[in-house]
């Protein structure tokens, strides 16, 4: 394993952290603070992988810790959002491809007052720190200083952390460390899946005891549905989902968040698509949460009442997880309605009300001629402006709901091509407003008509699509 110098250290932090990073390290050597990377970037370094964190780690020097480091370096047009209950700084700057963050923490230990909760933490050593860690292979710290570096490896190490980086094996540091904090299993799975690692013996032994103990039902919905957000954020880096929900299932994690939850052979393609859409967006991205969509794809085969309970587990509620509770049935109707569109509109009367993860987890059930449907509505149509407003339809005198059925009927007929212009879209509007203006008609049957009544036509709807 080759070790790197400290200027391909410097050279592999992401884009715009040497700009945080440097004064920092300018400071610790005007001070004589010794300063390592640690954790998941040493990892990755040595790994030959592509850094996508920065987490620094102090050793204070007569009160001298990562608080007062970061003050004496001096950073400007920076946010620093300092966390006490922790001991730790996060550097917020802007890099050259968005928002660059750098976190900086003082050498602590950790207690965990029971199974599940969240750790106390108190002052420590560098040891400490590297054994409080989930796994071995992130024990590791690489000394930046020249005070970090007197009379020490060139890569410190908890426990063997560099001989398990060789094996590309997972191992806790201790035999308690599924109970002190059972979201560790989810985060054991999400690695394993990203480096191509598996789980020490030793490791999967710990677990099975920690699900024995029933640990991971003190562990609130709020921190596991924080986990369920990474796994799916993890497809951004071309992660396959399903492949850390295997994990999960394997090592019976699943069942223990919620007694039934599992992962439905049905979905194994879906959630595949879904990662690979969430990778590389198929069509122009908008703002949107991929575990949603996510979760969506994952729960749809199950049961109802399942779906409804996991979703509660996961703390979810209100309108969004009524909408992923929802969205096998409405899946179900959206797809019969896109196979039997004729026509741009009727596509777009379905499409248009759907959110964007919405349209991620249909996109992902759909099969080949629908995707393309989807696919063709999100790049080419989805995208097209009216040449009229709502404003410009009650200029002609059209009033409330009126106004947003006919910019429906406009709009169909628009990427149907039967509107082209302004005033094809005006001339439209005044026919409906006139066709909506007549006297109405007497009800259907043998009903006598009134003498004078007109019989007023059925009113006009977007031609296509449930009610979503």
């Known amino acids: 394993m080759k070790l790197p110098s400290p200027d391909e250290v410097r050279a592999a932090l992401p ?23 640690v954790g998941g970037p040493v990892r990755d370094l040595l790994l030959g992988r592509v850094l996508r964190d920065v987490d620094l780690l102090v050793e204070p020097r007569q009160d001298f810790g990562a608080a007062e480091l970061v003050q004496a370096a001096g950073l400007v047009g920076v946010r620093v959002v300092v966390h ?6 996060r550097i917020e700057g802007a890099g050259p491809d968005g928002a660059c963050v ?7 230990s950790e207690r965990y007052p029971h199974a599940g909760a969240l750790p106390t933490v108190a002052p420590g050593t560098l040891d400490d720190d590297l054994r409080r860690r989930d796994f071995t292979v992130n024990g590791l710290a690489l000394p ?10 060139p890569v410190l190490q908890a426990d063997d952390g560099l001989r398990d980086l060789d094996a590309r094996v997972l191992r806790v540091f201790h035999p308690a460390s599924f109970h002190d904090d059972p979201t560790r299993a989810l985060r ?6 990203r480096l191509g690692f598996t789980l020490s013996r030793s490791s999967r032994s710990a677990l099975r005891d920690a699900l024995r103990d029933g640990v991971f039902g003190r562990v609130s919905g709020e921190r596991l549905r924080r986990e369920i957000e990474k796994l799916f954020e993890d497809a951004r880096l071309g992660l396959d989902p399903s492949e850390t929900l295997r994990l999960l299932a394997e090592w019976h994690v699943l069942g223990a968040l919620e007694p039934g939850l599992g992962l439905p052979r049905r979905a194994l393609a879906p959630l595949r698509r879904l990662g690979r859409a969430i990778a590389a967006p198929p069509w122009p991205p908008r703002r949107t949460r991929p575990w949603a969509a996510g979760l969506a794809t994952w729960l749809a085969p199950l049961d109802p009442g399942l779906r409804a309970r996991t979703l509660g587990r996961f703390a979810l509620r209100g309108e969004l997880a009524a909408r992923i509770a929802a ?5 179900d109707a959206w797809l019969r309605a896109l196979a039997r569109a004729r026509g741009r509109g009727p596509i777009d009367a379905v499409l248009g009300p759907l959110s964007e993860e919405e349209s991620l987890a249909l996109f992902a059930w759909a099969a080949p001629t629908v995707r393309r449907r989807i696919l063709r509505y999100a790049v080419e149509d989805r995208p097209r402006r009216l040449p009229v407003t709502g404003e410009d339809l009650l200029a002609l005198g059209l009033t409330g709901p009126a106004v947003g059925r006919a910019l429906a009927r406009i709009r169909s007929a628009f990427l149907d091509g039967a509107v082209r212009s302004r005033d094809d879209a005006l001339a439209l509007a005044r026919e409906l407003g006139q066709r909506r203006g007549r006297a109405p008609g007497t ?10 009544a007109v019989k007023r036509p059925a009113p006009d709807r977007a031609a296509g699509g449930p009610e979503v």
């Open 188 to 193: 054991a799975a999400r690695l394993a899946a």
């Open 15 to 37: 884009a715009g952290a040497a700009a945080l990073v440097d004064p920092v390290l300018a400071a610790a050597a005007r001070h004589r603070v010794a300063v390592h990377l």
């Open 144 to 153: 930046l200083t020249a005070e970090a570096r007197r009379a020490r490896p």
């Open 84 to 89: 006490d209950r922790f001991g730790t700084l």
């Open 102 to 108: 750098v976190d900086v923490a003082t050498v602590r």
């Open 443 to 452: 009800s259907r049957g043998k009903t006598k008509k009134r003498p004078g």
């Open 327 to 331: 969205f096998p049935r409405r899946r």
